[in-house]
Nanobody, 115 residues
Framework: VQLQASGGGLVQAGGSLRLSCIAS????????MGWYRQAPGKERDLVAI???????NYAESVKGRFTISGDNAKNAWYLQMNSLKAEDTAVYYC??????????WGQGTLVTVSS
């Protein structure tokens, strides 16, 4: 499985961005798709996760502002980010958890929120 993330950029506080992640390879091995983020000097943390059946989970800090969604037909998942704050600034990584093999990471996309 390979992941290609896109959609990062520079946005003002209060604005919106949509991140996309497209998977290729053995898609049937994936049991959950997610987004993580890593701010400078901090650990990589889970932002949101979705299963192929549509079950979602969010970090408390993004609940009500971010929405994760998936398109199984396109092997893609998305992160709609609204009401962005300066503290959302980070490199965002898409992630695919698999039933047996280790998880797979995308290359990361930078989101910068100016205050």
């Amino acid at each position: 499985v390979q992941l290609q993330a896109s959609g990062g950029g520079l946005v003002q506080a209060g604005g919106s961005l949509r991140l996309s992640c497209i998977a290729s390879g053995v898609i049937s091995s994936i049991n959950a798709m997610g987004w993580y983020r890593q701010a400078p000097g901090k650990e990589r943390d889970l932002v949101a996760i979705i299963t192929p059946f549509g079950t979602t989970n969010y970090a408390e800090s993004v609940k009500g502002r971010f929405t994760i969604s998936g398109d199984n037909a396109k092997n893609a998942w998305y992160l709609q980010m609204n009401s962005l704050k300066a503290e959302d600034t980070a490199v965002y990584y898409c992630n695919a958890r698999r039933y047996i093999e280790p998880p797979v990471w995308g290359q990361g996309t930078l989101v910068t929120v100016s205050s």
